[in-house]
């Protein structure tokens, strides 16, 4: 097997393009796949200093890398999730990186900063990934804007957009459909929200990282046992093996004749989000979700009221870290 570029041997086939490269080449096109969808959707403008949502895992680290090659002075931020062991070797893995690539890392963890983990929240009738997507979305947010990004960078891979759009069709979750884009626009409360990996998979992030020889986190979260999500990408990675091309075909096809139509359908699009009352993120109640679970997670027996968390919100802002370069 020949690399289609150089005609040197390949190293990777990539049968959803009819395709196989070398080791540089394969790297050529990872940038190309990156840079593309960055101009195509209008994701980091000139001069704007994204900040990247850095999870130890293969796809953040290569895209962090991969910003950090097309010239964006990409800074990282990682959440401690205190999942265990997981979580500790998770954000030796982001340190790492940060070290060796002598970029900014800023730290924040959920037991310290909010006052509890994960499994605790999962232990209050929550299961964990729907509490742990909803403390990152929150905190990620709030920390990019707090420290003055204006753009918020995601290592969502192509697997990652089809299961969950393969997901959002089954439950025909509009609200959800409506904001599944590359590029969540910011205002409001909001950094904007890119996702610059969208045309790349599982296989070839992780394939980009071992040839750049990036360190990452391989072990399977211990609380993923159950999630929706990984189901449904066992469904989609036994279709795409009898046709490949199906994962691109769902999903690019879904932005370019589906999307369009929900214009107009999400609560952020029809002005139906107010402030917080107690954190002043946007939210459609008196109560963001984020700060439901704090208290549900903190004190189940605490019934949630706007005033509940202001002081213990104002005394951790301080304990957020920085590491690495700055
Ligand atoms: Fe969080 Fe679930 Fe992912 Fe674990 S598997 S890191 S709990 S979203
Ligand atoms: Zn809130």
Redesign the pocket.
Known sequence: MKCRRCRADAVIELPQHRTAFCAECFLHHCRQQVRRTIEKYSMIGAGERPLMAI?GGKDSLAAWDLLLDLGYDADGVYLG?G?GGYSDRSGEYARAFAHQRGVKLIELDLATDVGFT?PEAAAQRRT??SA??LSKRHLLNTVALEHGYTVLVTGHNLDDEAAVLFGNVMRWDTEYLARQQPVLPGGDGFARRVKPLVRLGERETAAYCIIRRIDYQVEE?P??EG?RHLGYKELLNRMEERSPGTKLEFYNGFLRRMQPLLDGVSSQDKGDLGSCGRCGSPTTGELCAFCRLTDQATDPQHRSTPRGRRGRKRRNNSRRQVVGAG
Do not use: T
């Open positions: 999870s999730l999942i994960i964990p990934c742990c997507g979260c609380m993923a999630n």
